[in-house]
């Protein structure tokens, strides 16, 4: 459909006003696809409607909190399948077995035990806090020891 003057006219006075499209819509019985196209065309612009931001610095926190209620079965799950798969990783590389006994029956009674006195970090808590890049870096300063060989060693001294 054409445009005619008055059309124009009313849409170059009203269109950077507070009234909403849909008001200009029924007024000059065009779509809005079809105003928005005009007023463009003819390098009009609109008054930006305020952002609709939230009045309560900490709501991002309670959103994430209520997620969090919602959903922690799912993320503590998800956590120790994570912390499950870096340890399995990490024995993997080195070897598998104990490099006293060669016990190698269950990853859990298996530990990483600091050869030198260059320990930086626990490889437990890497392993809960961090990438698995940073615990592969600890864990080469590092020999596998079963649990009952590693408190074997430290009760003898380093």
């Known amino acids: 459909m054409k ?5 124009i006219d009313y849409l170059i006075k009203n269109y950077s006003t507070t009234i909403p499209i849909s008001g200009l819509t029924s007024k000059l019985q065009k779509t809005r696809r079809a105003i928005l ?3 463009a065309r003819l390098g009009l612009s609109r008054i930006h409607a305020p952002i609709n931001k939230p009045k309560d610095p900490l709501y991002r926190q309670k959103i994430d909190r ?3 209620l919602k959903n922690k079965n799912k993320i503590y799950a998800r956590k120790m399948e994570r912390r499950k798969r870096i340890k399995e990783n990490m024995i993997k590389i080195f ?3 104990c490099n006293n006994c060669d016990y190698n029956k269950s990853i859990a009674a298996l530990d ?3 050869k030198n006195n260059d320990k930086e970090h626990n490889i437990a ?3 809960k806090n961090s990438s698995e890049q940073s615990v592969f870096k600890e864990a080469n300063k590092c020999i596998i ?3 009952n060989c590693h408190r074997e ?4 001294g380093p």
Not at 153 to 156: A, D, F, K, R
């Open 3 to 7: 445009w005619g003057d008055t059309e």
């Open 37 to 39: 196209h005009k007023a």
């Open 66 to 68: 209520l997620y969090y």
């Open 95 to 97: 070897g598998g077995r």
């Open 112 to 114: 990483f035990h600091h």
């Open 125 to 127: 808590d890497l392993i």
């Open 145 to 147: 020891l079963c649990a």
């Open 153 to 156: 060693t430290h009760s003898q």
